[in-house]
């Protein structure tokens, strides 16, 4: 792990209560309930009694409550607009923290035996390519698009394929294209990608294509140096037929929540700091599944994360 429990062991409310949600996470005999009572109590021990009895609809209280149902979305979701000390390239180390089965209608030996469930097949999740190995390291960009003027974006195509090629080395994918146009629309992004020889693809394997569209999509700041982000992800896996390949789709949908945390080493780019930062991704069923209406809107699974920003040394891609 990656200062996984000194970085949640910090002041900021939601960190400590990821950080308690990731730690029950990590004990597989742990009870559901136990889990979340545990992180409550936590939680409760660091609450001001204004916070204890937030109940208000921010994602900080969403967080903090862990309410973790799919959003209602409408309107096209925003793109994110993410906090001036977070501009740069960085060299950034991952630590996987543990799962959970959350369901209280859907019994967990159901939810493994599904293929269907996100995270469970590699590339289901195109940001954790493969749920499992205990660390990953990559590069991570975020940039000004237009000028000195205007927002810090991250670099999605660059991101994503860095994360992607960090969790699965010399089993990823080539990515051939990726089709990204932000100013118009910035919430779908799609890739291209031929199999890896070293992934044990045969001749004549056919190319896979990943739709990624956020059907929603919140940011929140948590003062100076805290900065929140929320998104409803539909991913749509497309493997294409080939020699003796069948063609078929899978389509995975979770919501991923990252708090990060500014503070961390001095010199280098991005404004001379690092920061952490600390994901919880939320997967949840399709409506094919015989367990669909046992839980429409909740969580089957949880997955944590842990993540440590560094500045990259100068003249970093």
Request: aromatic share 10%; with cysteine.
């Amino acid at each position: 792990m990656v200062g996984w429990r000194a970085f949640c062991g910090s002041t900021l409310l939601v960190l400590a209560v990821l950080f308690t949600l990731a730690s029950s996470l990590r004990t597989p005999a742990l009870h559901r309930r136990e889990a979340l009572a545990a992180a409550g109590a936590a939680a409760a021990s660091l609450l001001t009694p204004e916070h204890a009895m937030s109940t208000d609809g921010s994602l900080m209280a969403r967080i903090k409550e862990r309410r973790f149902d799919k959003p209602i979305f409408s309107l096209p979701p925003q793109e994110a607009a993410y906090p001036d000390w977070m501009e740069g390239t960085w060299d950034v180390t991952a630590g996987f923290g543990g799962y959970l089965f959350p369901s209280k209608t859907v019994k967990k030996e159901a939810v493994v035996s599904n293929e269907y469930t996100p995270g469970f097949k590699q590339l289901s999740i195109m940001s954790n390519a493969d749920i499992g190995p205990p660390a990953a390291a990559f590069q991570q960009r975020f940039a000004r698009r237009g000028g000195g003027g205007s927002a810090v974006r991250d670099d999605r195509p660059f991101n994503l394929s860095a994360a992607m090629r960090g969790w699965l080395g010399d089993r990823a994918p080539a990515v051939l294209s990726c089709e990204y146009e932000p100013e118009r629309n910035p919430n779908r992004c799609s890739f291209a990608l031929r199999p890896a020889a070293a992934a044990g693809a045969r001749a004549g394997a056919g190319n896979t294509r990943v739709e990624l569209f956020t059907n929603a999509r919140e940011t929140e700041a948590a003062g100076a140096d805290a900065f929140l982000l929320s998104e409803y992800i539909r991913q749509v896996t497309i493997y294409r037929p080939g020699a003796d390949v069948i063609a078929r789709e899978l389509v995975a949908d979770y919501q991923q929540f990252w708090v990060y945390r500014r503070g961390g080493e001095e010199g280098g780019g991005g404004g001379g700091r690092g920061f952490k930062a600390s994901l919880l991704t939320c997967g949840y069923l399709q409506p094919q599944d015989s367990n669909y209406f046992d839980s429409p809107t909740e969580p089957v699974v949880l997955y944590s994360h842990a993540y440590d920003f560094k500045p990259a040394a100068a003249g970093a891609a």
